[in-house]
């Protein structure tokens, strides 16, 4: 049990290191815990509501009856191979540094939920993870932007951060967007995709992570507390446990917003070099 412990998280925090934003005693402490169960409550019944509100828009999307049933193509299974092998070599570092717990953070689930999608025949269900990968994509985004290289000290352990990121961010969703599969974007359904997609996030966030990172001290995306690249932490505070699922939700829809353009932008020029 204690090896299990230590694979789990007995890297991340001991009696004699602690990285204040990876986890451990002081990450604990730094917010009341019944201020983050408070927080998780609401934005719980929230986000219900949310669902209840817009589920039937999403499932009645033209998202969801197009192209179902048909194959992904062998560059698809391709990446979504790589993704999968990706994920599995993270979990390699991860476990054998003690961090494992790490594994749970949405930049690796993503990386998941694309392999998965581009796996698999179109279904309702492949559907529905491939509107919700969209919208986590603001993790692996601000990840490119605000690196977390602390504690990568295995060899090739920094290269497989980069590596994962830009599969997760770029090649992943592109190849999706460009796969012939799924609509570029349908303004009818565009908003409820985004809110439904977002509330599975939080969903994830509140029910999943905050318990695990409760229960281990381990600091998953930040349930626990501050991160220190956060540019608004100055001016909000611990205030942005709450406030960070409206203006993340933004830097989601930039990200989704950057997909589509790439992928506009690619179709336009495969059309014109076939013209």
């Not at 999403?58 to 299974?77: A, D, L, N, T, Y």
Request: charged share 15%; aromatic share 16%; glycine share 6%.
């Amino acid at each position: 049990m204690d090896k299990i412990k230590w694979i789990l998280f007995g890297g991340i925090y001991s009696e004699h290191y602690e990285e204040y934003s990876d986890g451990g005693p002081l990450c604990l402490q730094d917010i009341e815990m019944s201020f983050r169960v408070t927080i998780a409550i609401i934005s719980t019944i929230l986000n219900i509501i949310i669902v209840y509100s817009t589920y039937n828009t999403v499932m009645k999307s033209k998202e969801m009856h197009f192209q179902q049933g048909r194959s992904p193509s062998k560059f698809e299974r391709l990446i979504g191979l790589i993704c999968l092998l990706t994920f599995l070599i993270q979990t390699c570092y991860k476990l054998y540094t003690g961090r494992g717990m790490f594994m749970n953070n949405p930049c690796h689930i993503v990386i998941l939920m694309q392999g998965f999608v581009l796996l698999t025949k179109k279904s309702k269900l492949s559907t529905f993870v491939f509107i919700c990968s969209l919208r986590w994509l603001y993790g692996v985004f601000l990840a490119l932007r605000y690196p977390v290289l602390c504690g990568l000290n295995l060899p090739f352990e920094v290269e497989l951060y980069w590596i994962e990121h830009i599969l997760g961010a770029l090649i992943g969703p592109l190849t999706l967007t460009l796969s012939g599969r799924f609509i570029l974007f349908d303004s009818n359904s565009f908003i409820a995709h985004q809110l439904i997609g977002w509330s599975s996030h939080i969903f994830y966030q509140r029910l999943y992570m905050l318990p695990l990172s409760i229960l281990t001290w381990a600091n998953l995306n930040y349930t626990l507390c501050r991160p220190d690249t956060d540019p608004f932490i100055p001016y909000i505070g611990n205030w942005y446990y709450i406030l960070s699922e409206f203006y993340l939700n933004i830097i989601s829809i930039s990200a989704v917003s950057v997909i589509y353009l790439l992928t506009y932008l690619f179709r336009k020029g495969l059309k014109q070099k076939l013209d």
